[in-house]
């Protein structure tokens, strides 16, 4: 190629970029469908962060590459993407987005139009914020919706508290209420488990509606003063079967420590404090323990779920099992929960009659360490070891004083017996492994609901709902003999003991109306 083509080329690049760089000035306004002018509305240069905001009169200006495309965004309506095409004057008329206000929320008595629920409602839905990273549905909320705030005692058996807009009694429960696919669930709770948020799979729920104001009231009554939260979980579909199946594994450990002094810093302060020598410094031992490490764990948690959805006929239907393994970062806690449940959907009668059974069950089996021994972590004495053995005073030597853990103890002058020093603390490890708290909890809830709409009046209603909550519990809190708890509640002879409770609760529901 020639010197005259090559100088011709850079040439003809080099007048080309400005005319591919070329902005101009764009201008127009932006209006809602009934002409009135839009405050606010976000207009943004495709591609870039460079944007404006419409003024009071609805009207914007804006510099945008006039080849390039502008994107109209307001809350409440679609978003519009136009391209410039050197046009210098872009007029937009926004349209309401009805994806939004015609979506549907659960608030009691039936469902109603986001847009047409007059009390403070707000929803959320478990496939938007990722179920899969959470065992309990409690998780879920954390961060989800302004005037919720949820609290957990970080167990792996999902207790914690929700308060919605802060809690108004000092005696009373502060508790919201929580319905089931139209159960209502007792705040009391049940012995042995969590919350009633605890039982339920994230997987297995299809949204979560909160009612936050007084309203509530009017159709749960007094019980609903804190709140309501109403969990509606997956429905059958029609057409052929799907199957879901989902496995998510958990790597649990404690995210922050308390800074407290090691071993050596502590005798560096005693022997500051009293001086060398001291019976202060010459109680302390020559081990170095950290006892938030003995009593802290790293774990693996997973859970599994199966789900197969279709229909039979003209009977839609929904069956799932779920199955969770939860290991606290606390030794010795965790919670086993098994979860059964399926749902039917049909509709009869040219779709006048929707009918709605559901029915789940529940096994979980909880372990409760003793979180006292977290205190105890940051208080005990790092200078002494976990274990000291000492042998039982008169035993064949099979047997060791307090099962072998370092306690502080007094012999008695009278019959030279030993009495563990009832004013000093509980070795933190034996406070959890000397200890064994643990429930296995039943529980099932289901419902059956009729709602016909009138032939002669479709918007009339008739709804009956029929549902049931019942549980079995029994918890047992085990103490080994020979262990410190042992020696503090028997005093001389260290028995070791059980005790048992059993609970029983049934409720049932009728619940009839015309809407």
């Given at each position: 190629m020639s010197r005259k083509v090559w100088l011709a080329a850079i040439l003809t690049l080099c007048f080309s970029f400005p005319a591919l760089a070329q902005k101009i000035t764009v201008s127009g306004t932006v209006i809602d469908p009934e002409g009135e002018p839009l405050i606010g509305a976000s207009v943004l240069v495709r591609g870039e962060t460079l944007g404006t905001a419409t003024n009071i009169d609805g009207e914007y200006t804006i510099s945008v590459p006039s080849d390039g495309a502008l994107v109209f965004s307001y809350v409440g309506y679609a978003t519009q993407e136009i391209p410039v095409n050197g046009q210098s004057v872009i007029n937009v008329t926004m349209n309401v987005n009805s994806e939004v206000l015609g979506e549907v929320v659960a608030i009691g008595y039936g469902t109603v139009k986001k847009s047409d629920a007059t009390g403070s409602v707000a929803v959320v839905k478990p496939d938007e914020i990722e179920a899969g990273l959470a065992t309990s549905v409690q998780d879920m909320l954390v961060g989800q919706t302004p005037g919720v705030v949820v609290t957990t005692s970080g167990g792996p058996e999902g207790s914690g508290t929700i308060r919605i807009r802060g809690g108004s009694s000092l005696n009373a429960s502060?508790?919201?209420?929580?319905?089931?696919?139209?159960v209502p669930l007792s705040n009391d709770g049940v012995q042995g488990m969590g919350n009633s948020l605890s039982m339920i799979a994230p997987d297995n729920i299809e949204s979560m509606t909160i009612l936050k104001d007084a309203s509530a009231t009017a159709i749960y009554g007094s019980r609903a003063s804190n709140g309501v939260i109403i969990i509606t979980t997956k429905k059958g579909i029609k057409g052929t079967p799907e199957v879901s199946f989902s496995a998510n594994m958990y790597v649990n450990k404690a995210q922050k420590r308390w800074n407290v002094l090691d071993a050596n810093s502590f005798r560096a302060m005693m022997t500051n404090v009293y001086g060398a020598g001291s019976n202060e410094v010459n109680a302390l031992g020559n081990a170095?323990?950290?006892?938030?490490?003995?009593?802290?764990?790293?774990?693996?948690?997973?859970d599994?779920?199966?789900?197969?959805?279709?229909?039979?006929?003209m009977l839609p239907y929904r069956v799932s099992v779920t199955y969770t393994n939860s290991n606290g970062i606390l030794k010795t806690s965790k919670m086993d929960r098994l979860t059964f449940g399926f749902n039917l959907n049909p509709k009869f009668f040219n779709d006048h009659l929707s009918v709605s059974a559901n029915a789940k069950g529940y096994?979980?089996?909880?372990?409760?360490?003793?979180?006292?021994a977290i205190g105890g972590a940051l208080s005990y004495n790092p200078t002494v070891p976990v274990y000291d053995i000492h042998r039982l005073s008169g035993d064949s030597g099979q047997k060791y004083l307090f099962n072998g853990y370092t306690s502080w103890y007094n012999i008695s002058d009278k019959d030279n017996s030993v009495v563990l020093n009832p004013n000093s603390a509980v070795n933190p490890v034996a406070q959890l492994m000397d200890v064994n708290n643990h429930a296995e909890v039943l529980r099932s809830n289901g419902n059956l609901q009729l709602d016909y709409s009138f032939h002669f009046l479709p918007e009339l209603h008739a709804n009956l709902n029929l549902g049931y909550d019942i549980s079995k519990t029994d918890e047992y809190n085990e103490v080994m003999a020979?262990?410190?708890?042992a020696w503090l509640n028997h005093k001389k002879n260290g028995a070791g003991y059980e005790d048992?409770?059993?609970?029983?609760?049934?409720?049932?529901?009728?619940?009839?109306?015309?809407?």
């Open positions: 502060n508790d919201p209420l929580i319905v089931v696919d139209g170095n323990t950290d006892w938030q490490d003995e009593v802290l764990r790293t774990t693996v948690s997973s599994y779920n199966l789900s197969v959805r279709g229909s039979a006929g096994y979980f089996n909880n372990r409760f360490a003793n979180t006292g020979n262990s410190p708890q048992y409770t059993y609970q029983s609760r049934s409720n049932t529901l009728l619940d009839f109306y015309l809407n």
